[in-house]
């Protein structure tokens, strides 16, 4: 699956993005003790309830919390399990596992607070645990490699299965995010000079040329890198040598295979690149003097949105396959393909943190908003979907059921709210007063009431 995004990257979607093997014990709550356990596919324990709250496996390792999160008070009361239910971490931290969803691979960020914030991470594939040896440590994105923050004011970098430093805590906290780290490269801002490197990773800095400068943003991207010379721009290659020359007045990160420029007279992106500099696309023959921005591939096309908020699907060779206005309302538009031959599915942004879904053919003829809400994980061929699904005060309600990656009903909208399927299982809500989980039947197969603070 690809997610392409618009420009507008900080809003965040009901979505799961998790890629791991599909488990096979999932987290569900004893009605009698109000503890939660373990079940297998067909409901039974398999992990006998006994903790607070109990999260996901992933690797074969879940969190788990001995208290229950809505009356935790401060205590790092968190810990990681193994399938027997065994402690790899004891009961003692305060563990993220957004990570595991959004993008990061098999991995928890660990911390515990006594006097002062402590922060790790725990490697999922080798069990790996780095010890609480800095003040922040970040992951967002699945490269082999954690930010490791000292003060958070200077950072470095760590393997993520070692746990050895392989670049020092010498460089300021932005520009290390790992968005632009690639095949061992990044671009990074040193904290005493203020100047940006072009570093190898365990090895050192790359050199460049005569008045060459880099930038953290948008650091190495498909194996190029944006650099500035005498007020222009162009590309390096990560060996620091020049395969685009400067002549552009402002220049983006490649996404498959093309970048978007700008060059001098012409106002904001006005046309697409490919790796060898030839120009692609040149906006104004699309749409005259309205300047486009390119996001990625869709299908093979170029997906474009433009100044006024409308967006196309364009060949390559310039033909435009499609061009749509957003409905009333919308401000912007995100592409996502789940099956190779199916529609591509259309997500519409709207205000208040509310969405509208619609279908699409590969040929670019779009349908109708048809959903409120879709939720889906990650290889997984059934998607959690709502047509009436809103926000009322600060709660969703609505009905859900379940989608194919064709669109198509696979189980109806009977219930108050559902979790993507997490392998045979998927937990959902039956009712306003109890939950539990169902199989792609649409059996039952545990049930219990809901707490009022879940």
């Given at each position: 699956?690809?997610?392409?995004?618009?420009?507008?990257?900080?809003?965040?979607?009901?979505?799961?993005?998790?890629?791991?093997?599909?488990?096979?014990?999932?987290?569900?709550?004893?009605?009698?003790?109000?503890?939660?356990?373990?079940?297998?596919?067909?409901?039974?324990?398999?992990?006998?309830?006994?903790?607070?709250?109990?999260?996901?496996?992933?690797?074969?390792?879940?969190?788990?919390?001995?208290?229950?999160?809505?009356?935790?008070?401060?205590?790092?009361?968190?810990?990681?399990?193994?399938?027997?239910?065994?402690?790899?971490?004891?009961?003692?931290?305060?563990?993220?596992?957004?990570?595991?969803?959004?993008?990061?691979?098999?991995?928890?960020?660990?911390?515990?607070?006594?006097?002062?914030?402590?922060?790790g991470w725990f490697n999922i594939p080798n069990r790996h645990f780095s010890?609480?040896?800095?003040?922040?440590?970040?992951?967002?994105?699945?490269?082999?490699?954690?930010?490791?923050?000292?003060?958070?004011?200077?950072?470095?970098?760590?393997?993520?299965?070692?746990?050895?430093?392989?670049?020092?805590?010498?460089?300021?906290?932005?520009?290390?995010?790992?968005?632009?780290?690639?095949?061992g490269f990044i671009v990074a801002e040193r904290e005493d000079t203020g100047?940006?490197?072009?570093?190898?990773?365990?090895?050192?800095?790359?050199?460049?040329?005569?008045?060459?400068?880099?930038?953290?943003?948008?650091?190495?991207?498909?194996?190029?890198?944006?650099?500035?010379?005498?007020?222009?721009?162009?590309?390096?290659?990560?060996?620091?040598?020049?395969?685009?020359?400067?002549?552009?007045?402002?220049?983006?990160?490649?996404?498959?295979?093309?970048?978007?420029?700008?060059?001098?007279?012409?106002?904001?992106?006005?046309?697409?690149?490919?790796?060898?500099?030839?120009?692609?696309?040149?906006?104004?023959?699309?749409?005259?003097?309205?300047?486009?921005?390119?996001?990625?591939?869709?299908?093979?096309?170029?997906?474009?949105?433009?100044?006024?908020?409308?967006?196309?699907?364009?060949?390559?060779?310039?033909?435009?396959?499609?061009?749509?206005?957003?409905?009333?309302?919308?401000?912007?538009?995100?592409?996502?393909?789940?099956?190779?031959?199916?529609?591509?599915?259309?997500?519409?942004?709207?205000?208040?943190?509310?969405?509208?879904?619609?279908?699409?053919?590969?040929?670019?003829?779009?349908?109708?908003?048809?959903?409120?809400r879709v939720s889906w994980n990650a290889g997984d061929p059934w998607l959690?979907?709502?047509?009436?699904?809103?926000?009322?005060?600060?709660?969703?309600?609505?009905?859900?059921?379940?989608?194919?990656?064709?669109?198509?009903?696979?189980?109806?909208?009977?219930?108050?709210?559902?979790?993507?399927?997490?392998?045979?299982?998927?937990?959902?809500?039956?009712?306003?007063?109890?939950?539990?989980?169902?199989?792609?039947?649409?059996?039952?197969?545990?049930?219990?009431?809901?707490?009022?603070?879940?």
């Amino acid at each position: 699956m690809r997610r392409l995004l618009s420009i507008v990257l900080a809003l965040l979607v009901l979505c799961t993005c998790a890629a791991a093997e599909e488990p096979t014990l999932w987290p569900s709550c004893d009605d009698a003790s109000g503890l939660w356990g373990y079940i297998d596919e067909a409901g039974a324990w398999a992990i006998a309830p006994q903790f607070g709250r109990a999260y996901h496996f992933h690797g074969g390792c879940a969190i788990v919390d001995i208290r229950n999160v809505p009356d935790w008070e401060g205590e790092c009361t968190q810990g990681v399990i193994d399938e027997t239910g065994a402690y790899l971490l004891e009961p003692e931290y305060d563990i993220d596992d957004a990570c595991c969803y959004y993008g990061a691979g098999l991995l928890y960020l660990v911390n515990r607070w006594d006097d002062d914030w402590q922060s790790g991470w725990f490697n999922i594939p080798n069990r790996h645990f780095s010890g609480l040896h800095w003040t922040e440590c970040l992951a967002l994105t699945d490269t082999p490699y954690i930010l490791v923050n000292m003060d958070y004011s200077i950072s470095g970098l760590a393997d993520r299965t070692t746990g050895e430093i392989v670049l020092p805590a010498e460089y300021s906290y932005t520009g290390l995010y790992d968005w632009g780290i690639e095949d061992g490269f990044i671009v990074a801002e040193r904290e005493d000079t203020g100047e940006c490197e072009l570093i190898e990773l365990g090895v050192g800095a790359v050199e460049l040329p005569d008045g060459v400068t880099v930038d953290c943003d948008p650091g190495v991207t498909e194996g190029l890198v944006c650099f500035r010379q005498e007020g222009l721009y162009g590309y390096l290659n990560t060996a620091g040598e020049i395969v685009i020359p400067a002549q552009y007045d402002r220049a983006d990160g490649f996404v498959d295979g093309y970048a978007c420029v700008s060059v001098l007279d012409e106002p904001g992106f006005s046309h697409i690149i490919d790796r060898e500099g030839n120009i692609v696309l040149r906006f104004a023959d699309v749409r005259g003097e309205e300047s486009g921005q390119y996001t990625g591939m869709v299908d093979g096309a170029l997906f474009v949105t433009w100044q006024d908020g409308s967006w196309s699907l364009i060949e390559p060779d310039g033909t435009v396959r499609c061009h749509h206005a957003l409905p009333e309302g919308a401000y912007d538009v995100w592409l996502w393909e789940f099956a190779p031959d199916g529609p591509i599915w259309v997500e519409y942004v709207l205000p208040d943190e509310e969405s509208a879904y619609a279908l699409m053919t590969r040929e670019g003829v779009l349908g109708d908003p048809r959903w409120t809400r879709v939720s889906w994980n990650a290889g997984d061929p059934w998607l959690a979907v709502s047509e009436d699904c809103t926000w009322v005060g600060s709660e969703l309600v609505g009905t859900w059921g379940y989608a194919d990656e064709y669109g198509n009903e696979v189980l109806p909208a009977v219930y108050a709210w559902a979790e993507p399927f997490e392998g045979a299982l998927a937990r959902v809500r039956f009712s306003d007063a109890e939950e539990g989980y169902i199989n792609r039947a649409g059996e039952a197969v545990i049930r219990w009431a809901v707490n009022g603070d879940d």
